[in-house]
């Protein structure tokens, strides 16, 4: 079971990019990383997903370095309404009980 | 957007009663999931489905009991309802084959036992 180690709350300015990184030492071999947002009194947003190297799409950056043992996740230029709480998820098809969302990063953004 | 539902959004209720949190999907989904979230703290996945007449329980153990007769409906009920239950139910569902996929989330039930 791949657990993941994420920064509790982070904090930033709009227009900065912003990094969070995600630690999962124990990661295997068929296990991909996901990340999600969440804004309060919400549920969780899909932001992105990558199993190796760098995935992006309109929304954020992924970078997996070789060893997969950790990610960042990378927002370009944020405004306010990033602030929310990012979660870090490592893991594969074999069986939903092993979907942890741990306790995420929380992001303020400030003006 | 994804089409997920959830009844109702807000739920006061007193020790003792019976409830049915809703929850609907209209995107063929064949995974749901159930997820318990207190105020500024984790989510825990409660119970997951993997299609029709298929309930697993989470990582986080949980009185409540779910059923999925139908692909698009998975409830959650609680016989009888505690203060201990007090927190905010999400439901989610993803494409099957693979965990792989995103999940979509509903956009939670705040249940208050009083």
């Known amino acids: 079971l791949a657990k993941t180690t994420q920064p509790i709350s982070m904090d930033s300015y709009e227009g900065q990019e912003v990094n969070i990184t995600c630690s999962h030492n124990?990661?295997?071999?068929?296990?991909?990383i996901t990340w999600y947002q969440q804004f309060p009194s919400q549920g969780p947003r899909f932001i992105i997903q990558g199993y190796k190297t760098k995935v992006t799409n309109e929304v954020a950056s992924l970078f997996i370095p070789a060893d997969r043992k950790s990610s960042t996740l990378s927002l370009p230029r944020v405004s306010l309404s990033d602030t929310a709480v990012y979660y870090c998820?490592?893991?594969?098809?074999?069986?939903?009980?092993?979907?942890?969302f741990g306790s995420g990063t929380r992001l303020s953004i400030r003006p | 957007e994804a089409d997920i539902y959830q009844t109702p959004r807000y739920l006061v209720i007193g020790t003792g009663k019976k409830i049915t949190l809703e929850c609907s999907q209209t995107m063929g989904h064949d995974k749901m999931y159930w997820y318990q979230q207190d105020p500024g703290m984790e989510l825990h996945l409660i119970h997951y489905?993997?299609?029709?007449?298929?309930?697993e329980k989470g990582d986080l153990s949980s009185e409540s009991t779910v059923s999925r007769i139908r692909t698009e409906h998975f409830p959650l009920t609680l016989e009888s309802a505690r203060p201990s239950h007090t927190s905010q139910y999400l439901c989610?569902?993803?494409?099957?084959?693979?965990?792989?996929?995103?999940?979509?989330f509903g956009p939670g039930t705040r249940l208050t036992v009083l």
């Open positions: 489905s993997y299609g029709v007449n298929s309930t």
């Open positions: 124990n990661i295997a071999t068929n296990d991909y």
């Open positions: 989610a569902s993803s494409p099957g084959a693979s965990s792989y996929n995103e999940q979509f």
């Open positions: 998820l490592v893991g594969e098809d074999s069986s939903a009980s092993k979907i942890i």
